[in-house]
Structures are given as structure tokens and as C-alpha cells.
T-cell receptor, first 114, second 112 residues
Framework: DTAVSQTPKYLVTQMGNDKSIKCEQN?????MYWYKQDSKKFLKIMFS???????INETVPNRFSPKSPDKAHLNLHINSLELGDSAVYFC?????????????FGEGSWLTVV | GENVEQHPSTLSVQEGDSAVIKCTYS??????FPWYKQELGKRPQLIID?????GEKKDQRIAVTLNKTAKHFSLHITETQPEDSAVYFC???????????FGTGTRLTIIP
């Protein structure tokens, strides 16, 4: 299946731990993103990478570090997790810019920090 | 930067009636306005988009209108059905640019 896939889907962890979420897309897209959706359903962009290069870095704490080993992968590592990090994290990708802006989201990773 | 406001935050309509969700944006340079639908527990998915060179676009029961002067755009769903129940997000940005700013979402409930 062609898609944006991310793992794990559910993650429950204690405060202070470090965790990673992995994302892969096989759509051949150049641009990948991480979005955060909080409990109020607000959808906010965190990072955007284009062909492995960081394009957008919204005001995200530096405990969050994205890594793009190649243009098909964008992983998110979070250090020293806090309660406020509990959210759904969506990985996404979009085609080359001249083809449009449609963002294809992954299924989301539900992170709960206890 | 761009700021997108979306209203209402919740909307309940009787099945078969129409639903309208409105968004305003702040950056007059924005020229691309998509709408995403997010069903419960699922990912957001694009349902319709409009570029600033047109004022209206329609796809079956869904239509989007854009007023560039007033900097607002709206989603219209006619003949609503139970499967239209979801959270709808508007967004604004520049066509061909990576960054989209999303509205705060509208939870639409269709009452059978």
C-alpha cells in the first residue's frame, strides 16, 4: 500500500523518559512533516523537511529533535518527556511543490506521558 | 505569520440539512485554502481545496467559497448524511509552499 506509515501507534511512558516515533512514506514525496494535535484537536506544525533538509521549525522545545536519514523517512525523538507532551503526533508528506500542497497524513501516534 | 480563525467550534445539524463552516485568514498573500476532514480516531484527509484565482469550487455535496477582499472562506455541505460527522479543519497558505496554517477545527455532528 502506498501511504505514510508511523510507529508506534500508541505509546505510554513516564515523565523524564526519551522516546522516538518513526515515520516512512512510499509516495515519492520530497517534503515530510511532523504535526502535533493536542487534546483540543488543535493541529499545529512542528517541523518540515524537504529532501532531508529542515525547512520549517516552529517554536518547538529543543527536547524535540527530528531526524531525516533520507527523504522517505522522518523520525521524531523526544527527550525528557513532560506531561504536556501528551498528544497525537501526525507524520505527513506532500508532493513536489509545483504539484500542489496536498498533505497526506499518517495514522497518528498517540503519546501519553504519565 | 498567518493566523486562521474558524467558526463555529461545534455544529449540529439535522440529517438532510446544510452545514456551513467559516474561516478567516490574516495574510493577504495566502492563495491556497484547503479543507480537511478528520473522522474520530482517524487521520485528517483533504476533501476539497480552492486557490485564490477562483471564487467557488464544488464537488458533489461539498462546496467552498472564497472572498479574497474580506479574507474569508467557507465550507458548505448540502444534504448532510451521518457519515459527514467529523472534525473539519480549514487551512491557509501559499500554493507550492510547505507551510499551511490550520484553523482550530469544527466538530460537525449530523443528527439522524
Amino acid at each position: 500500500d502506498t501511504a505514510v506509515s508511523q510507529t508506534p501507534k500508541y505509546l505510554v511512558t513516564q515523565m523524564g523518559n526519551d522516546k522516538s516515533i518513526k515515520c516512512e512514506q512510499n509516495l515519492g514525496h520530497d517534503t515530510m512533516y511532523w504535526y502535533k494535535q493536542d487534546s483540543k484537536k488543535f493541529l499545529k506544525i512542528m517541523f518540515s523537511y524537504n529532501n532531508k533538509e529542515l525547512i520549517i521549525n516552529e517554536t518547538v522545545p529543543n527536547r524535540f529533535s527530528p531526524k531525516s536519514p533520507d527523504k522517505a523517512h522522518l523520525n521524531l525523538h523526544i527527550n525528557s518527556l513532560e506531561l504536556g507532551d501528551s498528544a497525537v503526533y501526525f507524520c505527513a508528506s506532500s508532493p513536489p511543490t509545483m504539484s500542489g500542497n496536498t498533505i497526506y497524513f499518517g495514522e497518528g501516534s498517540w503519546l501519553t506521558v504519565v | 505569520g498567518e493566523n486562521v480563525e474558524q467558526h463555529p467550534s461545534t455544529l449540529s445539524v439535522q440529517e438532510g440539512d446544510s452545514a456551513v463552516i467559516k474561516c478567516t485568514y490574516s495574510d493577504s498573500a495566502s492563495n491556497y485554502f484547503p479543507w480537511y476532514k478528520q473522522e474520530l480516531g482517524k487521520r485528517p484527509q483533504l476533501i476539497i481545496d480552492i486557490r485564490s484565482n477562483v471564487g467557488e469550487k464544488k464537488d458533489q455535496r461539498i462546496a467552498v467559497t472564497l472572498n479574497k477582499t474580506a479574507k474569508h472562506f467557507s465550507l458548505h455541505i448540502t444534504e448532510t448524511q451521518p457519515e459527514d460527522s467529523a472534525v473539519y479543519f480549514c487551512a491557509a497558505g501559499y500554493f507550492g509552499n510547505e507551510k499551511l496554517t490550520f484553523g482550530t477545527g469544527t466538530r460537525l455532528t449530523i443528527i439522524p
